[in-house]
Every structure is written in C-alpha cells, then in structure tokens.
C-alpha cells in the first residue's frame, strides 16, 4: 500500500490520477466535493516503476512524475 498526502493551497484541486507511466490508468480520485486542506489518496497494490500524477485544480492540470522504488 502506498499513500499520497495532497495539500490544497491557493488552487482548488477537484480530481487526482494517477498513471502506469505509458499512460495506463491505475486510480483515480475525485475530490470536487471535498472541503479539506489535506488529504491522504491511498494505492493498493502498487509496483516500484514510474508514474505520472495528474492534479485537476481550478486553474487547470499539471503533472507530476513520480519515482517509487
């Protein structure tokens, strides 16, 4: 099991994936409706490789690349 923490500052964030890095999606979480500063996005079954994390805010996407080994 692997766990994310997400903090929300300026920007709203409504929906997080989360991709095998060949563009495979492996989750994701739809957080529009959620309230907190802080959230913990929790991945059962994950292999050490290279993903990518797609972040939705209210100002547009971005992603980011993440390494777990």
């Keep these: ?3 994310f923490y997400i ?7 409504t929906k997080v994936k ?8 492996i ?3 739809d957080l ?6 802080e959230n913990k996005l929790k991945v059962n ?4 490789a290279i993903y990518i994390l797609k ?3 209210n100002k547009g996407d971005f ?7």
């Design 32 to 37: 529009s409706n959620n309230n907190f500063a």
């Design 63 to 69: 992603s980011k690349k993440l390494l777990l080994n």
């Design 7 to 13: 903090k929300h500052t300026v920007n709203n964030i």
């Design 55 to 57: 972040i939705t805010t």
């Design 27 to 29: 989750k994701s979480w």
């Design 45 to 48: 079954n994950i292999s050490n």
């Design 18 to 25: 989360l991709y095998f890095i060949l563009r495979q999606e």
């Design 1 to 3: 099991m692997f766990l």
